[in-house]
């Protein structure tokens, strides 16, 4: 799968500094020609657990989706 040029994806974590083993909330927004289709959340490369292919919920030219987890050790991570 490719991202049309003009496709924009963003993700925000809430809160944006948690305690280790407390749940963290990701947000993915696309924005772009009609966005749709599924997210999959990582960390460091590889998914994070109960954070694959979750659905886009689409409003116009922007699309977002969300997964709420706890699985992610203390520390600096590499999310995307």
Do not use: H, Q
């Not at 749940?23 to 696309?30: C, E, I, W």
């Not at 460091?44 to 292919?53: M, Y």
């Not at 922007?62 to 050790?73: H, I, R, V």
């Amino acid at each position: 799968f490719a991202l049309d040029p003009a496709t924009v994806v963003s993700l925000a974590p809430v809160p944006g500094t948690p305690n280790e083993g407390a749940p963290l909330t990701l947000t993915a927004t696309v924005t772009g020609t009609a966005p749709g289709g599924a997210v999959t959340f990582r960390d460091g490369g590889a998914p994070i657990i109960g954070c694959v292919d979750r659905p886009l919920s689409t409003s116009g030219s922007s699309a977002s989706a969300t997964c709420t987890t706890s699985a992610l050790a203390g520390g600096t991570r590499s999310l995307s």
